[in-house]
């Protein structure tokens, strides 16, 4: 297992922790006990990752906060603008594109097609990103029980493409896409398999900034399909591109975070995650006005 790999399971098992004991509010001392290793080394792996402390990370998974952020969101495309092109979060977003495949090229299966595929490191475990030249149109959270039938989904959706690994190449889109430093002004080019109203849907995904949450509710709205939400679940369930198209970002409206294909725990994580970047973001910009 790779550090950051290791570091992700000993976070991942925290937050476990730390949630199913949050009315007893355990230690520093009892959470790192709990994923073996020391206080010292347990309090500086979580604040590198998350910025924050594991208590004030809490804060941002309780249902009272995400039912604050809910309220917040209730227009997305406000919730979009107010973000401001300034934060790093909405420049990101703003620079992703997403084409979907043509009926004919449907049908095709993906026949002349050359997609290149990798398994990466990331700040939340280890990832498969699959990309052709036209864009990324595969990526999700693996272990070792799920590396391989990501390979066999892949060649199951495109069943006549060229399928080879290039690590190089898909290494260069993981750099882009999880270290700030690394994103660029380019275009992030997404290319789905997908029916119109999937397409609308993850493109309303593709709105929601950084920090934030909505519901299945409002995404139905967004969409100018109200009555839709359950369609709409199934859309944001079979979400092709994880963390990319931000479906962790769609919770239930009492604030409760529900169920994520890539884990409810990594949902968790996702969210106090870019919670804490949020707010070091708006606190290091109230600091330089």
């Not at 969101?73 to 594109?97: K, P």
């Not at 049908?107 to 030249?133: M, R, W």
């Not at 430093?181 to 999937?198: C, I």
Request: proline letters at 4%; aromatic letters at 12%.
């Amino acid at each position: 297992m790779d550090q950051q790999a290791y570091n992700y399971d000993k976070i991942a098992k925290a937050i476990e922790y730390i949630v199913a004991n949050a009315k007893e509010q355990p230690t520093l001392t009892e959470v790192a006990g709990e994923v073996n290793i020391s206080q010292f080394h347990f309090q500086r792996m979580f604040s590198e990752w998350a910025g924050v402390s594991p208590k004030r990370f809490l804060q941002y998974i309780t249902a009272g906060y995400l039912k604050d952020r809910i309220r917040e969101s209730n227009n997305l495309v406000e919730l979009a603008e107010s973000a401001g092109l300034s934060s790093q979060s909405r420049v990101y977003d703003h620079f992703i594109s997403i084409e979907g495949v043509t009926p004919q090229e449907f049908k095709s299966e993906g026949k002349g097609l050359v997609i290149s595929y990798g398994f990466h490191e990331t700040p939340f475990g280890d990832c498969f990103i699959a990309a052709t030249e036209r864009g990324i149109c595969a990526m999700a959270f693996v272990d070792d029980a799920t590396r391989d039938f990501q390979l066999i989904e892949l060649a199951r959706k495109w069943h006549y493409a060229t399928i080879r690994p290039d690590q190089q190449l898909t290494a260069g889109f993981v750099r882009r896409i999880f270290s700030p430093a690394e994103q660029s002004l380019e275009k992030l080019p997404l290319l789905v398999q997908g029916t119109n109203f999937q397409l609308k849907v993850w493109e309303a995904l593709l709105s929601i900034p950084q920090g934030a949450v909505t519901t299945y509710q409002q995404i139905a709205q967004q969409i100018g399909h109200p009555k839709a939400v359950r369609a709409v679940g199934s859309a944001v369930g079979d979400n092709p591109i994880a963390y990319i198209i931000p479906c962790h970002r769609v919770i239930r409206k009492e604030g409760i975070l529900g169920e994520y294909r890539w884990g409810s725990l990594r949902k968790k994580a996702l969210i106090g995650w870019e919670a804490a970047r949020q707010d070091e973001e708006y606190f290091a910009q109230k600091q330089a006005i």
